[in-house]
DNA sequence: GACAATCTGTCAACCGGTTGCCATCTATTG
DNA sequence: CAATAGATGGCAACCGGTTGACAGATTGTC
């Protein structure tokens, strides 16, 4: 299994007082040979200020704790001397490890991507720090990395999990835990509203004069597939176009290729996948076959990530802001620290359609 | 800036004796409604062994120090406990974090991706942690987090560094640094030697009846960029080919765009970008406008990034083993852990030519 | 059997912050 | 002016491992 660490942001010392001097040169204060004695601690800062170690500690986060004219003195000297938490000695006695853990099915996956710079750049915003670990579509791993992970983040934030609902809440149990793409209750959830996205696009489909549609599933396991698979019924029902679900071996670019073979026995002129890569991979082999895309068949994924537009034709996608679910889903979870028990309800955030080139009318 | 910590691998409690028995049923020994005691310790282990807390220590990390009786004992212990080590506990009197920190320009750029996986998955194989930072391709950003990141890191990579050399060799008096696509004298490096694949791709357009080549550069501030830009002079100086230098805005899709203007305006029929990214807007650029690819411009990107092979064409380009770099890279900074000053030199890693579809014969 | 060399386990100090408790000191009120 | 509440800083214990120093046990040697 692979964890990734996302370290956000350092804050300069505590996060407070961040505003740093760039006065004298830009030496290093300390500048040891080997390994010796390292970075200053709050009992030279104490000494440096005459007061205790203890009123430092106070002064660097308890604000309001100590007079402001102490804390003035201690701030003073915390600058001079350049001073870092160390952040290990900090979580120490009090378990907070200022980081939130981000469990994904694949990290080379693109679409995951955004999700973490959304989860970062929030995280970021309030000094925590990203611990990034793969379940590579493993129910069993996921679960593995997620106790693990556990120990050492102060939350937990699973995009696209795998594992039982039980599973999860057992976890959320334990800490604070936010899922994305998919609803658990009792746990707070982000999840994209498919319907809006799914619509714009079968019924675009529909005006360019198709009626029959496939859909490319994805994993088996996946809440989410399940999810858009009946919203793409819905919306097929309603805009009266037959609708036939195929499988795919893998959500990848190789999968989508596979699946070619099905789509053109199925007899559909307009194909949705679950996912981009799927459309690229299918879109190519089609186009190896001499199929004509969007002329012959059309074809729309989800999730509009990074290389979708480097296809020719571009690909017409159903855009789910997933910058937006990782951001919130970290909001859930630093409002949760604060002790906000809160709403744990589902977060909904819109999808819309993309189009590009691959779909269009039909050209019979 | 933002940083990204990559948590490679936890290991079950130190790397020794992997297997845990799935024995009982999957329940979570400390189940804790709120935030009560935690995890065992080395002293609950050494309480139900018999011995003393350090001992448990000494048996869990120094081997050979324990009697083998003794070790058994305290292993079952550890076993039944599901003990893990509390690497916060670990790392405040040691120091050593058992984490790697790797600074790339640009997180959300798939050129670094592999590079990631690359350390990633060697430091994983040891245990280590993975922490990313990110520059914005700004040397005082670069500087910034290096210093910060090096308190918490036992060593760092710097994949394309901006900086000065001279940064670059304080760093790394400090603490073990690795240097990736770029050569600094006195700092172990790792860089694709460009010569190869360069040949390989003048030497087919100049075969597919080319006479004038463009090259895009990157960044300014890019030791890799000159050295690509050197090495397309020499072999066009070699087989005959005029080769002009035109700049970027940024290397990016979007950069690439921007460029297409300058490629017309040179007169090149065959043009080798710095990296893909500026390869895949030139192309969708140049196509946009009406020229044909290859038939009218030849295009060569660089590295064989993920989505290179959406383009249609396909996009030919120079692949950089970026995932063997980041994994030398690593491997080079686990090598000093090891004590072993070594050899500071460089490694070179061979390019090779993928030919696909975006370069190919000139038709006049 | 006496004595040295080697093993093995224990003791205690330490890493760098955090925090409950208490002693002062100051400010407010009667 | 005395009594009292609140603000402020200090003391010391603690988080969970690590490690140098050392003593007792074991083994080997002559």
Redesign the pocket.
Known sequence: MATVLLFVAMPDY?GAVTQATNSGAATVPTRRGRGE??????????KLA?????????????P????????KIIEDAAEQLN????P???A?????TQTIGLIVADITNPTFFDIIRGAETTGSARDYTLVLAESAESPETELTAARRMLSTVDGLILASPRMDDEQIRALASDKPVAVINREVDGVPCVVPDVNKGISQAVRSLAANGHHQLAFVAGPPLSWMSRRRWEGVQAACDWYKLGAVRLESSKPTVDGGRQAARDVLGSGATAVITYNDLLAIGLMQELQAAGVRVPDQISIVGFDDIFGADFTTPALTTVRSPLGECGSRAAALLLDMFLGNEGPVGVVRVDTELVVRGSSGRLIA
Not at 53 to 60: C, F, G, H, Q
Not at 64 to 71: C, E, I, P, Y
């Open positions: 505590d004695k390292s970075s200053p601690t709050i009992y030279d800062i104490a005459g007061v205790n170690p203890s009123t430092v500690s106070r002064a660097l986060s308890k309001g704790r100590v007079s402001a004219k102490t804390q001073y870092r938490v160390n290990f000695a900090r120490l006695p009090t378990g907070r």
